[in-house]
């Protein structure tokens, strides 16, 4: 597949049959105000596939939904892999259907991410590459029901995630040759709260204070960031992949280079009118003004 032909990777609502409604299970708590096993229609879920409560959400007890982005996933299932039809068609289709949304969505998110390290320059030796990986995943999105349910998710993630840790390295190794410019982020003088040496893959950082703390350039892959106080900081290429940042303070900071980072990610985080996010990214309704 051409991947500048290739759909967008965002959700056009319009064009599913509430499958993330239906497929996904939540259980009661902060982010949800009720449980529903997967395969239950949620109860806010109308005749006509739309949310009852979509512009109450997050005061109705449903934050957990405005976090979720299903990368289009939604409407390639519904549109392309299952023709137009919907699970109320019941049967092999519903059945179908919520078994192979899932997996297509993580399909989709991984394109998403191959996308980015797409337009790092200093990565540009492995642009080719990056592009067969998009269009392998591509390909496995665009098969038979039977064949996207019989996949193996993990062999084909593996080659892609060593692509885009090599992309992110290189990347952040050309920054750190160059100067630093001006902007905002530590405080001269200031002392750190958190030792540089925690912050590498997959850190636990709940409730951490980095205010004070370089960030610049940092490993921040899979890091629990829950909580996190980062008002103010400088996440220039710092590498956030995977990084979990449920209601981390981002007020102020400044994330336009930031790596991999997701609107799912810019949701479930607090940030105010200060916060620079990279192009392509929104500010969430719910921020502080």
Not at 173 to 195: D, F, H, N
Request: charged letters at 30%.
């Amino acid at each position: 597949m051409d991947v500048a032909a290739a759909p967008p990777l965002s959700a056009d609502c319009a064009s599913c049959a509430g499958l993330c409604c239906v497929a996904l299970a939540f259980a009661r708590s902060a982010d949800f105000a009720i449980d529903k096993p997967a395969g239950d229609p949620c109860d806010n879920l109308d005749d006509g596939f739309r949310c009852r409560i979509h512009p109450h959400l997050r005061e109705s007890g449903f934050k957990g939904c405005t976090v979720f982005d299903c990368f289009g996933a939604g409407q390639h299932v519904t549109q392309r892999t299952f023709g137009g039809a919907t699970w109320r068609d019941g049967g092999d289709v519903r059945d179908g259907m919520l078994a192979v949304f899932p997996i297509v969505r993580q399909l989709h998110e991984l394109p998403w991410y191959l996308r980015e390290a797409l337009g790092m320059p200093a990565a540009e030796r492995l642009h080719a590459r990056l592009r067969a990986a998009e269009r392998a995943v591509r390909a496995a999105a665009d098969d038979s029901p039977d064949r996207i349910r019989a996949l193996d998710v993990d062999a084909l993630r593996a080659p892609a995630a060593e692509l885009l840790r090599e992309s992110a390295r290189l990347t952040r190794e050309a920054a750190s040759r160059r100067p630093p410019a001006t902007r905002p982020g530590t405080a001269p003088g200031a002392r750190a709260r958190v030792a540089r040496s925690r912050l590498r893959p997959g850190a636990d950082l709940l409730g951490a204070d980095l205010r004070a703390t370089d960030l610049r350039a940092t490993e921040l892959r899979g890091a629990l960031l829950i909580a996190a106080d980062l008002r103010g900081t400088d996440l220039a290429f710092a590498e956030l992949l995977g990084a979990d940042l449920r209601d981390a303070r981002l007020d102020g900071a400044d994330l336009r280079d930031a790596l991999y980072l997701t609107q799912t990610q810019v949701n479930a985080a607090s940030g105010d009118a200060r916060t620079r996010l990279p192009a392509g990214l929104e500010r969430p309704s719910h921020w502080r003004k």
